[in-house]
Protein backbone atom coordinates (compact mmCIF):
# COMPACT_ATOMS: atom_id res chain seq x y z
CA UNK A 1 0.00 0.00 0.00
CA UNK A 2 1.39 3.30 -1.05
CA UNK A 3 1.96 6.15 1.36
CA UNK A 4 -0.24 9.47 0.73
CA UNK A 5 1.85 12.73 0.45
CA UNK A 6 -0.02 15.39 2.07
CA UNK A 7 2.29 18.04 1.35
CA UNK A 8 0.92 16.79 -2.32
CA UNK A 9 -2.44 17.26 -1.35
CA UNK A 10 -4.53 20.88 -2.16
CA UNK A 11 -8.18 21.64 -2.10
CA UNK A 12 -9.72 24.53 -4.18
CA UNK A 13 -11.51 27.13 -1.45
CA UNK A 14 -14.33 29.41 -3.13
CA UNK A 15 -16.20 32.08 -1.23
CA UNK A 16 -19.10 33.56 -2.69
CA UNK A 17 -20.49 36.94 -1.65
CA UNK A 18 -22.92 39.33 -3.44
CA UNK A 19 -20.63 41.17 -4.72
CA UNK A 20 -17.21 39.40 -4.60
CA UNK A 21 -16.05 35.89 -5.02
CA UNK A 22 -12.87 34.96 -3.42
CA UNK A 23 -11.13 31.83 -4.40
CA UNK A 24 -7.89 30.02 -3.22
CA UNK A 25 -5.65 26.78 -3.45
CA UNK A 26 -5.10 25.53 -0.05
CA UNK A 27 -2.79 22.99 1.04
CA UNK A 28 -3.63 20.98 4.08
CA UNK A 29 -1.34 23.15 6.69
CA UNK A 30 -3.82 26.02 5.63
CA UNK A 31 -1.64 27.75 4.02
CA UNK A 32 -2.64 29.23 0.62
CA UNK A 33 -0.97 28.61 -2.22
CA UNK A 34 -2.32 31.10 -4.54
CA UNK A 35 -5.46 33.28 -4.84
CA UNK A 36 -7.71 35.71 -7.18
CA UNK A 37 -11.45 37.47 -6.92
CA UNK A 38 -13.58 38.16 -9.72
CA UNK A 39 -16.99 40.22 -9.52
CA UNK A 40 -20.08 38.09 -8.47
CA UNK A 41 -22.94 40.62 -9.79
CA UNK A 42 -21.51 41.02 -13.08
CA UNK A 43 -22.59 37.48 -14.01
CA UNK A 44 -26.66 37.57 -14.42
CA UNK A 45 -26.12 33.79 -15.13
CA UNK A 46 -24.45 31.30 -13.13
CA UNK A 47 -23.28 29.24 -15.92
CA UNK A 48 -21.86 32.34 -17.35
CA UNK A 49 -20.37 32.79 -13.31
CA UNK A 50 -18.83 29.28 -13.45
CA UNK A 51 -17.12 29.58 -16.81
CA UNK A 52 -15.49 32.47 -15.74
CA UNK A 53 -14.28 31.40 -12.52
CA UNK A 54 -12.98 28.49 -14.54
CA UNK A 55 -10.87 31.43 -16.85
CA UNK A 56 -9.58 32.68 -13.12
CA UNK A 57 -8.69 29.59 -11.73
CA UNK A 58 -7.75 27.34 -14.23
CA UNK A 59 -3.71 29.27 -14.92
CA UNK A 60 -3.36 28.30 -11.39
CA UNK A 61 -4.66 25.05 -11.33
CA UNK A 62 -2.17 24.36 -13.52
CA UNK A 63 0.68 26.22 -12.36
CA UNK A 64 0.55 24.34 -9.44
CA UNK A 65 -0.80 21.15 -10.86
CA UNK A 66 2.35 19.00 -12.40
CA UNK A 67 3.44 18.43 -8.58
CA UNK A 68 0.41 18.96 -6.55
CA UNK A 69 -2.77 16.47 -6.45
CA UNK A 70 -6.91 18.24 -6.28
CA UNK A 71 -8.46 16.62 -4.23
CA UNK A 72 -11.71 18.91 -4.50
CA UNK A 73 -13.44 21.83 -4.58
CA UNK A 74 -15.25 23.71 -1.55
CA UNK A 75 -17.61 26.25 -2.26
CA UNK A 76 -18.92 28.60 1.15
CA UNK A 77 -22.28 30.34 -0.52
CA UNK A 78 -25.39 32.04 0.55
CA UNK A 79 -28.24 29.87 1.01
CA UNK A 80 -25.99 26.70 0.03
CA UNK A 81 -27.37 23.40 0.77
CA UNK A 82 -24.74 20.71 1.75
CA UNK A 83 -27.01 18.03 1.14
CA UNK A 84 -28.02 18.65 -2.38
CA UNK A 85 -25.06 20.58 -3.36
CA UNK A 86 -27.65 23.85 -4.13
CA UNK A 87 -27.91 27.37 -3.77
CA UNK A 88 -31.33 28.29 -2.91
CA UNK A 89 -33.34 31.66 -2.80
CA UNK A 90 -30.41 33.53 -2.21
CA UNK A 91 -31.76 36.84 -2.17
CA UNK A 92 -28.45 38.80 -2.46
CA UNK A 93 -26.70 36.45 -5.55
CA UNK A 94 -27.80 37.51 -9.13
CA UNK A 95 -29.13 34.08 -9.69
CA UNK A 96 -32.87 33.26 -8.59
CA UNK A 97 -34.54 29.74 -7.79
CA UNK A 98 -32.78 26.81 -6.62
CA UNK A 99 -29.32 26.49 -8.48
CA UNK A 100 -27.61 22.41 -8.45
CA UNK A 101 -24.04 24.33 -8.04
CA UNK A 102 -22.43 21.88 -6.81
CA UNK A 103 -23.38 19.58 -10.14
CA UNK A 104 -22.59 22.67 -12.34
CA UNK A 105 -18.59 22.95 -10.80
CA UNK A 106 -18.13 19.12 -10.87
CA UNK A 107 -19.25 19.19 -14.62
CA UNK A 108 -16.92 22.36 -15.52
CA UNK A 109 -14.19 21.40 -13.46
CA UNK A 110 -14.14 17.70 -13.51
CA UNK A 111 -13.89 17.75 -9.58
CA UNK A 112 -15.93 16.92 -7.05
CA UNK A 113 -17.44 20.25 -5.13
CA UNK A 114 -19.11 20.57 -1.48
CA UNK A 115 -21.20 23.85 -0.68
CA UNK A 116 -22.94 24.87 2.69
CA UNK A 117 -23.38 28.30 3.82
CA UNK A 118 -20.30 30.84 4.47
CA UNK A 119 -20.20 30.89 8.49
CA UNK A 120 -20.06 26.93 8.10
CA UNK A 121 -17.73 27.07 6.07
CA UNK A 122 -15.84 29.81 8.72
CA UNK A 123 -16.69 27.08 11.77
CA UNK A 124 -14.81 24.17 9.46
CA UNK A 125 -11.68 26.37 9.12
CA UNK A 126 -11.23 27.44 12.29
CA UNK A 127 -11.19 23.75 13.21
CA UNK A 128 -9.00 22.83 10.63
CA UNK A 129 -6.73 25.56 10.85
CA UNK A 130 -7.87 28.03 13.55
CA UNK A 131 -8.23 28.64 17.03
CA UNK A 132 -10.63 25.53 17.50
CA UNK A 133 -8.04 23.10 16.41
CA UNK A 134 -8.32 20.28 18.83
CA UNK A 135 -12.03 21.46 19.46
CA UNK A 136 -15.42 18.99 19.23
CA UNK A 137 -17.73 21.33 20.44
CA UNK A 138 -17.75 25.40 19.82
CA UNK A 139 -20.03 27.93 18.14
CA UNK A 140 -18.81 30.18 15.16
CA UNK A 141 -20.27 33.60 15.48
CA UNK A 142 -18.96 35.82 12.07
CA UNK A 143 -20.31 39.53 12.94
CA UNK A 144 -20.24 41.78 10.04
CA UNK A 145 -22.32 43.26 7.50
CA UNK A 146 -24.79 39.85 8.58
CA UNK A 147 -24.45 37.62 11.62
CA UNK A 148 -23.81 34.00 10.71
CA UNK A 149 -22.71 31.31 12.68
CA UNK A 150 -21.78 27.88 12.60
CA UNK A 151 -22.71 24.79 15.66
CA UNK A 152 -19.82 22.25 16.03
CA UNK A 153 -21.32 19.37 17.93
CA UNK A 154 -19.33 16.23 19.48
CA UNK A 155 -16.51 17.58 16.11
CA UNK A 156 -19.12 17.17 13.34
CA UNK A 157 -20.98 20.75 11.82
CA UNK A 158 -24.98 20.30 12.47
CA UNK A 159 -26.65 20.84 9.05
CA UNK A 160 -30.29 19.45 10.03
CA UNK A 161 -32.31 17.85 8.44
CA UNK A 162 -32.61 19.85 5.42
CA UNK A 163 -29.11 21.09 5.56
CA UNK A 164 -29.95 25.10 6.54
CA UNK A 165 -29.17 24.26 10.50
CA UNK A 166 -27.29 26.93 12.75
CA UNK A 167 -29.18 30.58 12.00
CA UNK A 168 -28.78 31.74 14.98
CA UNK A 169 -29.07 35.38 14.02
CA UNK A 170 -31.82 35.24 12.95
CA UNK A 171 -33.15 34.12 16.06
CA UNK A 172 -34.98 36.37 18.34
CA UNK A 173 -33.43 38.45 20.99
CA UNK A 174 -35.79 40.86 21.53
CA UNK A 175 -39.29 40.06 20.89
CA UNK A 176 -41.33 42.77 18.79
CA UNK A 177 -37.84 44.51 18.51
CA UNK A 178 -36.30 46.44 15.70
CA UNK A 179 -37.56 45.55 11.87
CA UNK A 180 -34.99 43.70 9.95
CA UNK A 181 -34.38 45.49 6.87
CA UNK A 182 -34.32 42.21 4.76
CA UNK A 183 -36.58 39.87 6.64
CA UNK A 184 -38.89 41.89 8.21
CA UNK A 185 -38.61 39.90 11.33
CA UNK A 186 -38.83 41.62 14.46
CA UNK A 187 -35.72 41.75 17.25
CA UNK A 188 -33.40 39.47 15.56
CA UNK A 189 -29.73 39.22 16.48
CA UNK A 190 -28.94 40.15 13.03
CA UNK A 191 -30.74 43.29 13.58
CA UNK A 192 -28.74 44.67 16.90
CA UNK A 193 -25.15 42.92 16.35
CA UNK A 194 -24.45 43.30 12.87
CA UNK A 195 -22.30 46.22 11.54
CA UNK A 196 -25.58 47.10 10.27
CA UNK A 197 -27.42 47.39 13.38
CA UNK A 198 -24.74 49.41 15.26
CA UNK A 199 -25.20 51.79 12.39
CA UNK A 200 -28.85 51.83 13.23
CA UNK A 201 -28.71 52.11 16.82
CA UNK A 202 -25.57 54.78 16.32
CA UNK A 203 -27.79 56.71 14.15
CA UNK A 204 -30.77 56.63 16.93
CA UNK A 205 -28.49 57.05 19.70
CA UNK A 206 -26.83 60.17 18.64
CA UNK A 207 -30.18 62.30 17.39
CA UNK A 208 -30.91 61.80 21.00
CA UNK A 209 -27.42 62.88 22.42
CA UNK A 210 -26.47 66.31 20.35
CA UNK A 211 -22.98 66.07 22.11
CA UNK A 212 -22.10 63.03 21.39
CA UNK A 213 -18.79 63.08 18.55
CA UNK A 214 -21.20 61.09 16.33
CA UNK A 215 -22.72 64.30 15.49
CA UNK A 216 -19.64 65.43 14.25
CA UNK A 217 -19.86 62.83 11.02
CA UNK A 218 -22.46 63.25 7.96
CA UNK A 219 -25.33 60.99 8.33
CA UNK A 220 -23.94 58.27 5.49
CA UNK A 221 -20.50 58.02 7.11
CA UNK A 222 -22.20 56.77 10.65
CA UNK A 223 -20.92 53.18 10.34
CA UNK A 224 -19.21 50.82 13.03
CA UNK A 225 -15.72 52.09 12.24
CA UNK A 226 -16.76 55.63 13.13
CA UNK A 227 -18.33 54.22 16.06
CA UNK A 228 -15.42 53.00 17.01
CA UNK A 229 -13.40 55.99 16.28
CA UNK A 230 -15.42 58.35 18.99
CA UNK A 231 -15.06 55.03 21.37
CA UNK A 232 -11.42 55.15 21.38
CA UNK A 233 -11.86 59.37 21.92
CA UNK A 234 -14.05 58.20 24.81
CA UNK A 235 -17.07 59.51 23.47
CA UNK A 236 -19.41 57.81 26.22
CA UNK A 237 -22.51 57.36 23.72
CA UNK A 238 -19.83 55.38 21.32
CA UNK A 239 -19.15 53.50 24.30
CA UNK A 240 -22.72 53.12 24.30
CA UNK A 241 -23.53 51.96 21.55
CA UNK A 242 -20.89 49.13 21.41
CA UNK A 243 -22.20 48.28 25.47
CA UNK A 244 -25.54 47.75 23.97
CA UNK A 245 -24.52 45.84 21.39
CA UNK A 246 -22.79 43.74 23.40
CA UNK A 247 -25.44 43.21 25.85
CA UNK A 248 -27.26 41.79 23.08
CA UNK A 249 -24.71 39.63 21.67
CA UNK A 250 -23.97 38.43 25.41
CA UNK A 251 -27.95 37.76 25.93
CA UNK A 252 -28.27 35.66 22.53
CA UNK A 253 -25.13 33.97 23.64
CA UNK A 254 -26.22 32.76 26.69
CA UNK A 255 -29.09 31.14 24.77
CA UNK A 256 -26.94 29.55 22.58
CA UNK A 257 -24.43 28.10 25.27
CA UNK A 258 -27.35 26.32 27.09
CA UNK A 259 -28.29 24.87 23.45
CA UNK A 260 -25.52 22.80 22.55
CA UNK A 261 -22.68 23.34 26.09
CA UNK A 262 -19.93 24.38 23.95
CA UNK A 263 -16.47 24.49 24.77
CA UNK A 264 -16.02 28.18 22.88
CA UNK A 265 -17.56 30.84 20.83
CA UNK A 266 -15.23 31.81 18.20
CA UNK A 267 -15.91 35.61 17.22
CA UNK A 268 -14.92 36.30 13.83
CA UNK A 269 -15.98 39.58 11.16
CA UNK A 270 -15.64 43.30 10.98
CA UNK A 271 -17.33 43.90 14.05
CA UNK A 272 -15.23 42.22 16.66
CA UNK A 273 -12.46 44.92 15.68
CA UNK A 274 -13.97 46.36 18.64
CA UNK A 275 -12.43 44.66 21.19
CA UNK A 276 -13.10 45.06 24.89
CA UNK A 277 -15.91 47.39 24.06
CA UNK A 278 -17.89 44.86 22.80
CA UNK A 279 -16.68 41.72 24.10
CA UNK A 280 -16.56 42.86 27.77
CA UNK A 281 -20.01 43.88 28.00
CA UNK A 282 -20.88 40.06 25.45
CA UNK A 283 -19.39 38.43 28.39
CA UNK A 284 -21.14 40.00 31.18
CA UNK A 285 -24.52 39.48 30.16
CA UNK A 286 -23.86 35.98 28.40
CA UNK A 287 -22.99 34.70 32.35
CA UNK A 288 -25.67 36.93 33.91
CA UNK A 289 -28.28 34.88 31.75
CA UNK A 290 -26.59 31.36 32.37
CA UNK A 291 -27.83 28.90 34.33
CA UNK A 292 -25.13 28.18 37.26
CA UNK A 293 -24.40 24.88 35.62
CA UNK A 294 -22.94 26.75 32.38
CA UNK A 295 -21.17 29.97 34.31
CA UNK A 296 -17.43 30.69 33.81
CA UNK A 297 -17.21 27.34 31.27
CA UNK A 298 -17.50 29.04 28.33
CA UNK A 299 -14.72 30.77 26.34
CA UNK A 300 -15.03 33.96 24.08
CA UNK A 301 -12.58 33.73 21.43
CA UNK A 302 -11.38 35.78 18.51
CA UNK A 303 -10.62 34.18 15.48
CA UNK A 304 -6.73 33.34 14.41
CA UNK A 305 -7.96 32.89 10.74
CA UNK A 306 -6.47 36.11 8.71
CA UNK A 307 -9.39 37.48 7.71
CA UNK A 308 -8.92 37.96 4.01
CA UNK A 309 -8.12 34.45 3.47
CA UNK A 310 -10.36 32.83 6.46
CA UNK A 311 -13.18 32.42 3.66
CA UNK A 312 -11.27 30.61 1.39
CA UNK A 313 -9.30 28.68 3.97
CA UNK A 314 -12.85 27.74 5.42
CA UNK A 315 -14.36 26.73 2.10
CA UNK A 316 -11.03 24.60 1.31
CA UNK A 317 -11.80 22.86 4.65
CA UNK A 318 -15.29 21.53 3.11
CA UNK A 319 -12.60 18.91 0.88
CA UNK A 320 -11.26 17.67 4.24
CA UNK A 321 -14.13 17.71 6.80
CA UNK A 322 -15.01 14.01 5.82
Excluded at 98 to 107: G, R, Y
Excluded at 192 to 205: E, F, L, P, R, V
Aim: with cysteine.
Amino acid sequence: MSLIDLSKQVALGVDIGGTNTKFGIVNHRGEVLDKGNLKTDAYDKVEDFIDALYDHVFPLMEKHGAEKHFDGIGVGAPNANYYKGTIELAPNLPWKGVIPFAELMTAKFNLPCTVTNDANAAALGEMLFGAARGMKDFIMITLGTGVGSGIIANGNLIYGHDGFAGELGHTIVKPGGRKHWSTGSEGSLEAYASATGITITAKKMRAEFPESMLNQYPEDEINSKTVYECAIKEDPIAIEVFRYTGQKLGEALANFVMFSSPEAILLFGGVIKAGDFILKPAKLHMERNLLPIFRNKVKLVFSELDEADAAILGASALVWEK
